[in-house]
């Protein structure tokens, strides 16, 4: 199983910028889709940006033109730049990966522990 180890979370102001990353360990053939994903408390966990293996990208209108998604296959890793912080911003960020052990294989998803972002106003 491929394991995911977030970092980079903090506390910011708002209209400031944090970079979080993932990385993923354990991969016997390929991830295919990562994504960031986020969380507050009574909420339903809500998608942010996803990129495929081939570096399409897709975001949640909410932060678009503010968070870049990025990924590095080399060393197996998604990163999330995200810009012009804001208060709604708070939450958990939860990195996911979807990979295969074979080509041709199903495909399983992992989810990450977890990095808390607070953004202050």
């Known amino acids: 199983q491929v394991q995911l180890v977030e970092s980079g979370g903090g506390l910011v102001q708002a209209g400031g910028s944090l970079r979080l990353a993932c990385a993923a360990s354990?991969?016997?053939?390929?991830?295919?889709?990562m994504g960031w994903h986020r969380q507050t408390p009574g909420k339903q966990r809500e998608l942010v940006a996803t990129?495929?293996?081939?570096?399409?990208?897709n975001y949640a209108d909410s932060v678009k033109g503010r968070f870049t998604i990025s990924r590095d296959n080399a060393k197996n890793t998604v990163y999330l730049q995200m810009n012009s912080l804001k208060s709604e911003d708070t939450a958990v960020y939860y990195c996911?990966?979807?990979?295969?052990?074979?080509?041709?294989?199903?495909?399983?998803?992992?989810w990450g522990q977890g990095t808390q972002v607070t953004v202050s106003s």
């Open positions: 990129i495929t293996s081939g570096n399409t990208t």
């Open positions: 354990g991969v016997l053939f390929r991830i295919n889709g």
């Open positions: 996911a990966a979807d990979y295969s052990h074979f080509y041709g294989g199903p495909s399983f998803r992992s």
